[in-house]
């Protein structure tokens, strides 16, 4: 006898189409939508009251947090300019060498170093890259991003989908029906031979295609790489001239205006830098005042560098005499930063985050897929994705950075931080994943006993280390997770599954598994990749012991194609990140993307069929 709807049912899809429906929309932040869910569960008595809040205290989520400090352990000893340089050796300048190996070596990384992560540190080296070699960073960036998301699926360290998996298995073998059989978990190495065989595809598919793939439209943007900072800046953004410096005269009206009100004039250049008796500082905040004889340094073309000191009655100097020290290009110059999609930064305005007087920090522009705002930027309200540009002193920048609000995009002389440790940060690093792979110990355990011994022998402290956690999607993971609880012990996941054979009941297996895979791909395009796995793993293990399937490979289909994204920038946070820099456009992503989307569901299926049998 079939299944009936149930008020509990009818609640638990509620929250399901909510949550939906607030990712998609953004109306309230994913993090609070996650935990509005999980309070509602625990208010219903969908699950237990004492189990509720379970999710923060779950493998999964240790596992993460450990894997996130890691993670930034790792960079912080050095790696980056380590792979940096392997690349450039193995490349030799190469455009087709070069591509391969930064897609090899994204891959590499991915199997160990969640995707956001990952995207942030490669990105500063694609652009390092593109910059000693001429490569337009166009040709760097999309690939790479697509091959983190292709080989994130070789172990369950660095994928959260994965991850989650095994909770969402103990869960379903809670409440499988008498004499089913209970659904074993998956151990650390258990989907390497998919995750291998996805990241060949990735790989392989850019060296045979990505030529005749990636965007062949002729951009001004695309012909120059940040490292040539002048031309780079002048013809993407508008941004150019000469620097010079202005004192102000007894005389002058910008006596007793503030810098704020100075730029408001017409014609005024970008004022960058201001010294006033000995005090020198870049980056001065709107509210500081201009008096007799303030020096102030000055970014513009020299017609309207001319004008405005005519206009204002001021000394103009195009030799830096008293700034030069601040203009030094070894210490500071003109940057690009992208802001991702877990920035406080972001739908707020970039007059309110005072960037000058927090970091020293000067905003010239904001590009936005294809706008450019270099008028009023101080109203400009941030979105994810955004690529900022930014005049400041490296050392200020590199410390603005640090909160993970922005990502750094342009190659800037930066002294890596502890490359001594970088031999103790890989070797807990392997020994974390020996103990999970070698031990009974969880995978929580055994990745926060890395975690701790890089914060105990000094490759990061624990202020790095809390930074180091992406708390919007800890608390993402920890409060969907309940839900996917809740999907199995009120009888949704049974009576979805139901209604799905209802239509596909004389489908052969692999048409259901096709149309799992595919589902899970459309909602991972336009919600998080563990929402998608959350509300999709109960319903494929139900399907799958419906029809007497194998419902281990039911569930790893639904989580291997939850990173299967890339029709849409905004389909995962690493390609949201590259958006930008690269110049890229939403036919580019479907271009690419879409033949990659069709070769990734067919290799998953056929892989893990052929591992599950």
């Not at 809040?53 to 960079?75: K, Q, T």
């Not at 989650?164 to 073998?173: G, K, P, R, T």
């Not at 009888?491 to 297996?509: D, I, N």
Request: some cysteine; proline content about 5%.
């Amino acid at each position: 006898m079939g299944l009936s709807l149930t008020p509990d049912m009818i609640l638990v899809l509620g929250l399901v189409g909510f949550t939906m429906i607030m990712l998609v929309l953004e109306w309230i932040r994913a993090d609070m939508v996650a935990l509005l869910v999980v309070v509602v569960i625990g208010l219903t008595g969908l699950i237990p009251a004492d189990r509720v809040f379970n999710g923060f205290a779950g493998n999964a989520v240790i596992a993460i947090i450990a894997i996130m400090i890691m993670g930034e352990g790792l960079d912080r000893a050095g790696v980056l300019n380590l792979t940096a340089n392997f690349v450039m050796r193995m490349a030799r300048g190469a455009e087709s060498r070069l591509g391969v190996v930064i897609n090899l070596v994204a891959s590499l990384f991915s199997a160990v170093i969640p995707s956001q992560a990952l995207a942030a540190i490669m990105i500063p080296v694609s652009s390092r890259l593109s910059a000693r070699t001429g490569v337009p960073l166009s040709r760097l960036l999309l690939p790479m991003a697509f091959c983190i998301l292709t080989a994130t699926n070789t172990t369950l360290i660095a994928n959260s989908p994965l991850i989650v998996l095994n909770d969402l298995i103990a869960s379903a073998n809670a409440n499988l029906p008498p004499g089913a059989h209970t659904i074993p978990k998956f151990g650390l190495f258990s989907v390497t031979p998919i995750g291998l065989a996805l990241a060949f595809v990735g790989v392989g598919y850019f060296y045979f295609f990505g030529r005749k793939l990636l965007p062949g439209h002729e951009d001004e943007r695309l012909k120059v790489t940040p490292g040539r900072t002048e031309s780079y800046f002048a013809e993407t953004y508008g941004i150019g001239g000469e620097t010079a410096e202005l004192t102000v005269t007894a005389e002058s009206p910008l006596v007793g205006m503030s810098i704020g009100e100075a730029e408001q004039l017409h014609e005024a250049p970008l004022i960058l830098a201001i010294k006033s008796g000995n005090d020198a500082r870049m980056a001065p905040p709107a509210d500081h005042v201009i008096w007799v004889g303030s020096v102030l340094g000055v970014l513009g073309p020299r017609e309207q560098l001319n004008q405005f000191a005519n206009n204002q009655l001021c000394r103009l100097s195009p030799r830096m005499r008293q700034l030069g020290e601040l203009f030094n290009p070894t210490r500071a110059g003109i940057s690009e930063v992208v802001i991702p999609p877990v920035s406080r930064f972001i739908k707020q305005t970039i007059g309110d985050l005072r960037l000058r007087k927090r970091f020293g920090i000067s905003v010239l522009a904001v590009n936005r897929g294809d706008q450019v705002f270099r008028d009023d930027v101080r109203a400009v309200t941030l979105r994810a994705g955004d690529t900022v540009v930014l005049h400041s002193n490296w050392r200020d920048l590199s410390l603005a950075a640090e909160d993970k609000d922005l990502v750094v995009v342009t190659d800037i002389p930066k002294d890596e931080q502890r490359p001594g440790k970088i031999w103790q940060a890989v070797g807990f690093f392997v020994m974390a994943k020996c103990l999970a792979l070698f031990t009974n110990l969880d995978l929580s355990v055994a990745m926060m006993t890395g975690a701790i011994a890089m914060l105990l022998s000094g490759v990061l402290n624990m202020d790095e280390a809390y930074k180091a956690i992406n708390w919007k999607t800890i608390f993402v993971t920890a409060c969907l997770i309940p839900l996917g609880w809740s999907m199995d012990s009120t009888g949704t996941a049974a009576w979805l599954a139901q209604q799905v054979l209802h239509y596909l009941g004389s489908a052969s297996p692999y048409v259901l598994q096709i149309v799992l895979g595919v589902l899970t791909l459309l909602f991972s395009q336009v919600m998080s990749n563990v929402g998608a796995t959350v509300m999709m793993v109960p319903i494929a293990i139900s399907v799958a012991v419906a029809t007497g399937g194998n419902p281990s490979a039911y569930a790893l289909i639904v989580a291997v194609s939850s990173s299967n994204t890339f029709l849409l920038s905004s389909g995962h946070p690493a390609l949201m990140m590259v958006t930008g820099p690269g110049g890229y456009r939403s036919k580019d992503f479907l271009r690419v993307g879409l033949p990659l989307t069709a070769l990734v569901l067919l290799v998953t299926i056929v892989a893990i069929n052929l591992v599950f049998r």
